[in-house]
């Protein structure tokens, strides 16, 4: 039974480029977070999906980042345009049930740009 | 918005001895989540404690909640030089939105000294 897989585990982009983060939850889990990670930091929410709904995107930011989790497939977080303050680690976690419930992360893909 | 505070922000310890980590938040809450996280990996969850409970344990862990205080302590016994992470709490807001989702703390840094 695999974990939360993540790929790419590094992505290296250039200012100006796209860059998208893949996200393949638990199987039996309908429920993906999105979480940004600084060095030496907690980790900041990003956005709550079920199978192609959004629930919470709260803690997106307004411009150039979007999410996405279709009925197949995995789930995308979408950087457009990236500039070096999105240099930081995105990790993905599932769970089996909504927001209250322990969650389940993959190992992250750290995103660095240049 | 940051809800949980971790405190200290770090802590070394001998091998054998027990470390105490302490959480503190600050509006109500369904319940709280403990998590560890090593150096370039994901977050892993160790234990989660309703608001209507004030002390649970798993193995060499033991985790109390005040919700008068609004505050929480993680307590390992008999430490292991694997016990070496950062260790963050989480909380969701009894806010009935969900918004913000699972808000994590900066976290503690453990160190086990062999």
């Known amino acids: 039974n695999a974990g939360v897989m993540q790929n790419p585990r590094h992505l290296v982009r250039r200012r100006g480029q796209e860059a998208r983060l893949r996200c393949s939850p638990m199987?039996?889990?309908?429920?993906v977070y999105w979480y940004r990670q600084l060095p030496e930091e907690g980790l900041k929410f990003m956005v709550y999906l079920q199978k192609e709904n959004i629930i919470d995107e709260s803690g997106m930011p307004k411009e150039r980042f979007s999410a996405e989790f279709p009925k197949e497939g995995p789930s995308i977080l979408r950087i457009q345009q990236v500039v070096r303050g999105d240099s930081a680690a995105y990790f993905c976690?599932?769970?089996?049930?909504?927001?209250?419930?322990?969650?389940?992360f993959g190992s992250g893909t750290q995103l660095s740009v240049l | 918005s940051q809800q949980g505070e971790e405190d200290p922000q770090a802590l070394s310890i001998q091998e054998g001895e027990n470390a105490t980590m302490n959480c503190s938040y600050k509006t109500s809450i369904n319940n709280l989540q403990w998590y560890r996280q090593n150096s370039g990996r994901g977050l892993v969850h160790l234990i989660l404690i309703r608001s209507n409970e004030r002390e649970k344990h798993s193995g060499r862990l033991r985790v109390t909640l005040d919700t008068s205080k609004k505050s929480s302590s993680l307590l390992i016994t008999a430490s292991r030089a694997a016990d070496t992470a950062s260790y963050f709490c989480?909380?969701?807001?009894?806010?009935?939105?969900?918004?913000?989702?699972?808000?994590f703390g900066k976290g503690t840094h453990l160190i086990i000294q062999p």
């Open positions: 199987k039996g889990h309908s429920h």
């Open positions: 989480a909380t969701d807001p009894d806010s009935g939105g969900g918004a913000d989702g699972l808000t």
């Open positions: 976690a599932s769970s089996p049930k909504g927001y209250y419930e322990k969650l389940f």
